[in-house]
C-alpha cells in the first residue's frame, strides 16, 4: 500500500506563490511518474503536472510558464512551485504516483489552495 499525503496549501492573494508538498510512503511499489492533479468545486479532478523518474515534465496549459514541478526520488516526494497564482488555480489539490503500467494509487485528502483577495 501507498500512503499519499500533501502539504503545503492556503489562502494567498492573486500573484502571490505556493509550494506543495507530496510524500509517497512505500517500499515496495516502483513510481515511474508522480503527478499533480486538481479539483475544483463542482468540476472534474484534473491532471496539472507529471514528472517521470527520468525528469521529463508534462504541463497543462493553464499552468505553463507559472508552476513548477519537481522530485525527490530518494524520499518519494513531490513538490509543486506555483506562482503567480490565480483566482482560477482554487482548488484541492492532490498528488498521485504511477508505475510503469501507469497504474496509480488511492487518493490521499489533498491540499486546499484558495486564491483570493
Known amino acids: 500500500q501507498v500512503q499519499l499525503v500533501e502539504s503545503g496549501g492556503g489562502l494567498v492573494q492573486p500573484g502571490g506563490s505556493l509550494r506543495l508538498s507530496c510524500a509517497a510512503s512505500t517500499s515496495t511499489f516502483n513510481i515511474n511518474t508522480m503527478g499533480w492533479y486538481r479539483q475544483a468545486p463542482g468540476k472534474q479532478r484534473d491532471m496539472v503536472a507529471l514528472?517521470?523518474?527520468?525528469?521529463?515534465?508534462t504541463y497543462a496549459d493553464s499552468v505553463k510558464g507559472r508552476f513548477t514541478i519537481s522530485s525527490d526520488s530518494l524520499k518519494n516526494m513531490v513538490y509543486l512551485q506555483m506562482n503567480s497564482l490565480k483566482p482560477e488555480d482554487t482548488a484541492v489539490y492532490y498528488c498521485?504516483?504511477?508505475?510503469?503500467?501507469?497504474?496509480?494509487?488511492?487518493w490521499g485528502q489533498g491540499t486546499q489552495v484558495t486564491v483570493s483577495s
Open positions: 514528472i517521470t523518474s527520468g525528469g521529463r515534465t
Open positions: 498521485n504516483v504511477f508505475d510503469e503500467d501507469g497504474a496509480g494509487v488511492n
